[in-house]
């Protein structure tokens, strides 16, 4: 009974190991028997040394770059860095910074002249975007006397690149819409608020420039100046119906009172430009006058110096040959015209006077 126990355990140990070997594509002893599949062999050398190296390190590049370990910040803008979820109170200049993944981050933002135009017949846009520019409804506010008003406005402005990292981690990322706009609707609603809606327009210089004023001094004055306000300007005052037809029926009445001014204007040029040309006239006429008076005084003046000095060249000698000259002469007429008379004047003092006779006017009027 052992000896069969002992066969019995020798013959199931050797099939046992029978099987192992044509599982496992053994030899089995001797080679008997068919042989199993067998398994293929993974060959763990890579070529050497130096391209494991190469494969090592190209691993170590594709991971860097995955894990982005560095920025870049562009002109116009500044990084803000956060170091577990904690701001830096500097802010990183434009340029190349490295940083350490997962563990820090870096947040960009725009330092360039960003712009909201406060309009109401456009198409509203609230996010300024990457152009810079946005657009807001237009501000209402009502006037002295509670009649609404509608302000345009263009406000140019930009992040103070200085105190960005401050900036952003006090009011956040829409700092926009916390300080610029908020400042811009209450300095406007001060501002117009003391004004009648009628004189807006004739003090729309003053309103500008207050305006303007009040919205630099509200965004400087915060702590850190978050922004620096370039320019607000006052585009379009926007008035009730009611107020711009009483307007312009002033301004229609003004203008024809300017209008009647300038005619009396013009009429009261016409009669100075007529009196000017009447004085013009008469100071002719009295020039020429006076020339002329001039003339004839300078012309006795002289025939009276002429007379004096015939007067003084006259003798009695020379009188006497006068006589004789002119009897001279009555005596040729004589002998031409007999029937002639002559009358004779005593004393010489007046010339002789003789009448023809065959003149019959003259001998009517001789006799």
């Known amino acids: 009974m052992a000896s069969d126990m ?36 993974i060959n763990i050398n890579m070529g050497g040394g130096k391209t494991g190296l190469v494969y090592f390190l190209i691993a170590v590049v ?28 500097m802010a990183l200049l434009p340029g190349l910074h490295f940083i350490v993944p997962v563990i820090q981050k870096v947040y960009i933002v725009d330092t360039k002249v960003r712009i909201i135009n406060y309009a109401s017949r456009v198409e509203v846009n609230t996010n300024t975007g990457a152009s810079g520019i946005g657009s807001k409804p237009a501000v209402t506010v009502l006037d002295k006397r ?3 008003v509608t302000i345009e406005l263009t406000v140019q402005y930009r992040l ?18 916390k300080i610029i706009n908020p400042v811009v609707r209450d300095v406007v609603r001060n501002v117009v608020g003391k004004y009648d809606a009628e004189s807006l327009p ?33 585009r379009e005052i926007g008035l009730p119906p009611k107020v711009r037809e009483q307007i312009e029926r002033v301004q229609v009445a003004k203008q024809e009172v300017q209008k009647a001014e300038q005619e009396v204007q013009r009429a009261k040029q016409e009669a100075l430009k007529r009196a000017e040309t009447a ?40 009188l006497a040959l006068e006589q004789i000259k002119v009897q001279g002469k009555f005596n040729e007429a004589l002998r031409e015209n007999k029937d002639a008379k002559i009358f004779l004047t005593p004393g010489g003092s007046t010339p002789n006077i003789w009448v023809d006779t065959k003149d019959v006017r003259q001998r009517t009027t001789a006799k």
């Open 62 to 89: 594709l991971m860097l770059v995955m894990a982005k370990p560095f920025t870049i910040i562009e002109e116009g803008q500044r990084g803000i860095l956060s170091t577990n979820g904690k701001y830096q109170d």
């Open 146 to 148: 509670g009649l609404p």
């Open 160 to 177: 103070n690149s200085q105190f960005a990292a401050q900036t952003i981690s006090n009011w956040g990322f829409s700092w926009e819409d």
């Open 6 to 41: 002992n066969d019995y355990f020798n013959k199931k140990k050797s099939e046992n190991n029978s099987g192992f070997n044509k599982s496992t594509g053994g030899s089995g002893g001797n080679g008997g028997g068919p042989k199993g599949p067998k398994i293929p062999e």
């Open 279 to 318: 004085r013009g006239i008469a100071q002719k006429a009295r020039i020429e006058a006076q020339g002329k008076a001039d003339a004839v005084t300078i012309e006795a003046n002289a025939q009276a110096k002429a007379n004096l000095l015939i007067s003084k060249s006259l003798t009695s000698q020379l």
């Open 202 to 234: 004739q003090k729309r210089n003053v309103i500008a420039t207050e305006i303007d004023k009040g919205v630099r001094d509200s965004v400087t004055g915060l702590k850190n100046s978050p922004a620096i306000l370039q320019s607000v300007q006052l």
